[in-house]
């Protein structure tokens, strides 16, 4: 019989006991493992240090890619295989960055309205090596051999990245060089490839960090420390996640529908982590994502670690050292509450943090939430994604927010393209995003996308004698780059946006404007509610969280605090609040001052009879936009 917990009911240990036998006839075999060292193994550092060399004093390269993350990779390989002269430089001792060094090891992938893998080209090249989980030492090895097979790449190790120089130029300064030590790299061309765009913020690159430029300054999305597990009854874990995902299908108060599970992935026990209390109180333990090792070791992606700051060594550092210092802790609770998990082991931690969020460049275009969610097209086209909108937690109270889910939309060429510097590229989830649309676009398949599409047009502008600049701006030119990278495999179709049901609604715009600024949500079913009644909770979280984004944005306006009690508020009501937030002068028909001010139409007005009742989401929505527009333009 499987224990499970003292919580648990004997009959889920029973269907579990039923279950773990028929896995063992199938020969699903549970998990073991032996304790490994934090570092990617031995096999694949010795195989990743087999394909590097170190620089001499002066080095000249058509193409140097800055960063071995797998985004990285791509525009290396992509340049090489472009017959340019190519040097990828990474500081740690092996490739792969956040996939072999931060062990997040299994990918988010993108589909499109049909079903296609929309990140195809070399991301389908690793993909098809690696599998949906990996090993981190094959991973690491992978890696290695792929980028030693090109005769036109030099891979550098262990190598710093040193200091950029730059020189004036007509509509930039133009990046020539890596100053770095006692050696000296010039390039025609160079690709920043840094999980936090190091290269191009240390060449002058402007930039927002984390979510100041919707109003939410100084807050990044948590890091998460990886950890590693043996002893796991995977057998158990796979099919008490797929349980609980067929419970809530057959019963919505039933079950996890989040859940599930395949031969090497699981994902689920949100409502048992939901009860973890953690001894840091700025960390918290959410439900994992788990990927099984070959050796049945499990990597566990679970760990929330607030109060970072990821351009701060001092920082990350200690982000490590609480993480190590919570995850006693968290192994007992498992070992407690987790079904599968009762005789699970630490076998060790990552090196590296996961980082979400950092820096965002500014870019000649930058992609906004707007794009991603009406499923847009562009005509520079580069990369395709079609992944939620995920926002994980920036503080410990927060539980983090799914914005809404994607069919299709365009990563433009433009986005690569940083403004006030020459030469460079930035690619991966510092590119040219707002924070909200970096939700998406920030996962690792769609970066890996972009980096082929950069080591491509590194090739093509060396050929053409034309800035990035100025190929951004040529469609002639762009059209070649397409042409190329869907010879190379990529998938750039021209699409007709896929429409979603909102927009038809009259309220769309005031909620557009209230995506935009964090303040809606669809989930993963793009579910706005427009026509659902707003509760009085719901009217003093909009109309609190407008008034804190004006006064960010805009410190000078006039605004006046909004009480609130918990009094249920009918539309009269909640045009009260908005008259003496903006401190206009009140009326004994509050929508008449909100008129004068031209804030309320005639049309608006008349949706919201008769006044003493409550009022809709979409009416809320289309109020606090109004609110803000009004408030921004004074």
Same mark, same amino acid.
């Given at each position: 019989?499987?224990?499970?917990?003292?919580?648990?009911?004997?009959?889920?240990?029973?269907?579990?006991?039923?279950?773990?036998?028929?896995?063992?006839?199938?020969?699903?075999?549970?998990? #073991?493992?032996?304790?490994?060292?934090?570092?990617?193994?031995?096999?694949?550092?010795?195989?990743?240090?087999?394909?590097?060399?170190?620089?001499?004093?002066?080095?000249?390269?058509?193409?140097?890619?800055?960063?071995?993350?797998?985004?990285?990779?791509?525009?290396?390989?992509?340049?090489?295989?472009?017959?340019?002269?190519?040097?990828?430089?990474?500081?740690?001792?092996?490739?792969? #960055?956040? +996939?072999?060094?931060? +062990?997040?090891?299994?990918?988010?992938?993108?589909?499109?309205?049909?079903?296609?893998?929309?990140?195809?080209?070399?991301?389908?090249?690793?993909?098809?090596?690696?599998?949906?989980?990996?090993?981190?030492?094959?991973?690491?090895?992978?890696?290695?051999?792929?980028?030693? !097979?090109?005769?036109?790449?030099?891979?550098?190790?262990?190598?710093?990245?040193?200091?950029?120089?730059?020189?004036?130029?007509?509509?930039?300064?133009?990046?020539?060089?890596?100053? @770095?030590?006692?050696?000296?790299?010039?390039?025609?061309?160079?690709?920043?490839?840094?999980?936090?765009?190091?290269?191009?913020?240390?060449?002058?690159?402007?930039?927002?960090?984390?979510?100041?430029?919707?109003?939410?300054? %100084?807050?990044? @999305?948590?890091?998460?420390?990886?950890?590693?597990?043996?002893?796991? !009854?995977?057998?158990?874990?796979?099919?008490?996640?797929?349980?609980?995902?067929?419970?809530?299908?057959?019963?919505?108060?039933?079950?996890?529908?989040?859940?599930?599970?395949?031969?090497?992935?699981? +994902?689920?026990?949100?409502?048992?982590?939901?009860?973890?209390?953690?001894?840091?109180?700025?960390?918290?333990?959410?439900?994992?994502?788990?990927?099984?090792?070959?050796?049945?070791?499990?990597?566990?992606?679970?760990?929330?670690?607030?109060?970072?700051?990821?351009?701060?060594?001092?920082?990350?550092?200690?982000?490590?050292?609480?993480?190590?210092?919570?995850?006693?802790?968290?192994?007992?609770?498992?070992?407690?509450?987790?079904?599968?998990?009762?005789?699970?082991?630490?076998?060790?931690?990552?090196? /590296?943090?996961?980082?979400?969020?950092?820096?965002?460049?500014?870019?000649?275009? /930058?992609?906004?939430?707007?794009?991603?969610?009406?499923?847009?097209?562009?005509?520079?086209?580069?990369?395709?994604?079609?992944?939620?909108?995920?926002?994980?937690?920036?503080?410990?109270?927060?539980?983090?927010?799914?914005? %809404?889910?994607?069919?299709?939309?365009?990563?433009?060429?433009?986005?690569?393209?940083?403004?006030?510097?020459?030469?460079?590229?930035?690619?991966?989830?510092?590119?040219?995003?707002?924070?909200?649309?970096?939700?998406?676009?920030?996962?690792?398949?769609?970066?890996?996308?972009?980096?082929?599409?950069? %080591?491509?047009?590194? %090739?093509?502008?060396?050929?053409?004698?034309?800035?990035?600049?100025?190929?951004?701006?040529?469609?002639?030119?762009?059209?070649?780059?397409?042409?190329?990278?869907? !010879?190379?495999?990529?998938?750039?179709?021209?699409?007709?946006?896929?429409?979603?049901?909102? @927009?038809?609604?009259?309220?769309?715009? #005031?909620?557009?404007?209230? !995506?935009?600024?964090?303040?809606?949500?669809?989930?993963?079913?793009?579910?706005?509610?427009?026509?659902?009644?707003?509760?009085? +909770?719901?009217?003093?979280?909009?109309?609190?969280?407008?008034?804190?984004?004006?006064?960010?944005?805009?410190?000078?306006?006039?605004?006046?605090?909004?009480?609130?009690?918990?009094?249920?508020?009918? /539309? /009269?009501?909640?045009?009260?609040?908005?008259?003496?937030?903006?401190?206009?002068?009140?009326?004994?028909?509050?929508?008449?001052?909100?008129?004068?001010?031209?804030?309320?139409?005639?049309?608006?007005?008349?949706?919201?009879?008769?006044?003493?009742?409550?009022?809709?989401?979409?009416?809320?929505?289309?109020?606090?936009?109004?609110?803000?527009?009004?408030?921004?333009?004074?």
């Amino acid at each position: 019989m499987i224990q499970i917990s003292a919580r648990r009911n004997q009959s889920i240990s029973f269907f579990l006991a039923v279950m773990l036998m028929l896995t063992a006839m199938s020969g699903c075999a549970p998990g #073991g493992g032996n304790a490994q060292s934090g570092q990617p193994g031995e096999e694949g550092a010795q195989a990743s240090a087999a394909g590097s060399f170190a620089l001499p004093q002066e080095s000249h390269y058509e193409v140097v890619v800055v960063g071995g993350e797998p985004e990285g990779i791509a525009a290396a390989l992509a340049s090489a295989r472009s017959g340019k002269k190519t040097l990828l430089l990474e500081k740690g001792p092996v490739l792969g #960055g956040l +996939w072999t060094l931060g +062990w997040l090891n299994f990918f988010d992938m993108n589909q499109g309205p049909e079903g296609e893998l929309l990140t195809q080209g070399i991301f389908k090249e690793f993909y098809d090596a690696l599998g949906d989980a990996f090993d981190v030492d094959e991973a690491a090895a992978y890696f290695a051999e792929v980028t030693s !097979r090109e005769p036109m790449l030099d891979v550098a190790l262990n190598t710093d990245y040193g200091n950029p120089v730059l020189q004036p130029g007509t509509a930039a300064k133009v990046l020539t060089c890596l100053e @770095m030590g006692s050696s000296i790299v010039y390039g025609e061309r160079f690709i920043d490839a840094t999980a936090d765009g190091d290269l191009s913020a240390a060449s002058g690159v402007p930039f927002t960090l984390g979510g100041e430029d919707y109003g939410r300054a %100084g807050q990044n @999305m948590a890091v998460t420390l990886v950890f590693k597990v043996k002893d796991v !009854r995977w057998s158990t874990v796979f099919f008490y996640n797929n349980w609980q995902r067929l419970l809530s299908k057959l019963n919505s108060g039933w079950g996890d529908a989040q859940a599930g599970a395949k031969k090497k992935l699981a +994902w689920g026990y949100g409502q048992e982590a939901l009860s973890y209390v953690p001894h840091d109180s700025m960390t918290r333990f959410r439900g994992p994502n788990l990927a099984r090792q070959e050796n049945g070791d499990i990597l566990i992606n679970a760990l929330l670690i607030f109060a970072v700051d990821p351009l701060d060594p001092a920082s990350v550092a200690g982000g490590i050292r609480r993480g190590q210092e919570e995850l006693p802790y968290i192994l007992e609770f498992m070992r407690e509450n987790f079904a599968g998990f009762e005789n699970a082991a630490l076998v060790a931690a990552a090196s /590296r943090l996961y980082v979400r969020e950092s820096r965002h460049i500014r870019g000649e275009y /930058r992609l906004t939430i707007t794009d991603v969610l009406e499923n847009r097209d562009h005509w520079d086209r580069i990369a395709q994604g079609s992944y939620p909108v995920d926002l994980q937690s920036s503080q410990p109270e927060d539980l983090g927010d799914v914005i %809404g889910k994607p069919e299709i939309y365009s990563i433009p060429f433009r986005c690569l393209v940083p403004l006030e510097v020459d030469n460079l590229l930035t690619v991966g989830r510092s590119a040219s995003y707002d924070s909200l649309a970096h939700g998406s676009a920030r996962v690792v398949p769609v970066g890996v996308a972009a980096g082929e599409a950069a %080591g491509v047009a590194a %090739g093509l502008s060396i050929d053409r004698q034309m800035s990035f600049r100025q190929l951004s701006s040529s469609s002639l030119v762009i059209g070649e780059l397409q042409q190329e990278l869907i !010879r190379r495999g990529a998938h750039l179709e021209e699409f007709e946006s896929p429409r979603i049901a909102d @927009m038809d609604h009259w309220a769309y715009d #005031g909620l557009a404007v209230m !995506r935009e600024l964090g303040l809606a949500s669809g989930g993963y079913t793009n579910q706005y509610n427009l026509e659902i009644t707003a509760e009085y +909770w719901d009217i003093q979280r909009i109309l609190t969280r407008v008034e804190a984004r004006i006064r960010q944005l805009q410190p000078e306006a006039a605004l006046d605090t909004v009480r609130f009690d918990n009094t249920p508020l009918t /539309r /009269r009501d909640m045009l009260n609040k908005a008259v003496r937030m903006l401190q206009l002068e009140e009326d004994a028909d509050p929508a008449d001052p909100l008129r004068r001010a031209g804030i309320l139409t005639e049309e608006v007005i008349q949706r919201m009879e008769p006044m003493d009742q409550k009022p809709t989401f979409g009416e809320l929505y289309w109020l606090g936009a109004r609110l803000f527009a009004h408030s921004m333009s004074q």
